[in-house]
Nanobody, 121 residues
């Protein structure tokens, strides 16, 4: 059974930084992918970043909207994935979700509870 617990959201001014955490249980990072998504008010859910261990090492990929500002990383000893967000903009305001893809063909099937990130102008 896979379980994801998120933490680290909050309120920050434009230009500030936040780090989100996603603690995973019931899986091993090797052989899976962890992704970050967000749902902004009045908008569709969108992909933010992922880290994929299908090749044996973590490869990362970012949406163009966050490239150069956000960094996804992992602490394998803690089974935790992070999203470091810098130079935050009001348009980054959203509920952020961590999700896991076990690479079995189901896609991102397991999701964290979500955490609110609010960036004030």
């Amino acid at each position: 059974q896979v379980h994801l617990v998120q933490s680290g959201g909050g309120l920050v001014q434009a230009g500030g930084s936040l780090r989100l955490s996603c603690a995973a249980s019931g899986l091993a990072f090797r052989g899976c992918a962890l992704g970050w998504f967000r749902q902004a008010p009045g908008k569709e859910r969108e992909f933010v970043a992922h880290i994929n261990w299908s090749s044996g090492s973590g490869s990362t990929y970012y949406a163009d909207s966050v490239k150069g500002r956000f960094t996804i990383s992992a602490d394998n000893a803690k089974n935790t994935v992070y999203l470091q967000m810098s130079s935050l903009k009001p348009e980054d305001t959203a509920v952020y979700y961590c999700a896991v893809d076990l690479l079995t063909g189901r896609g991102y099937y397991y999701w964290g509870q979500g955490t609110q990130v609010t960036v004030s102008s």
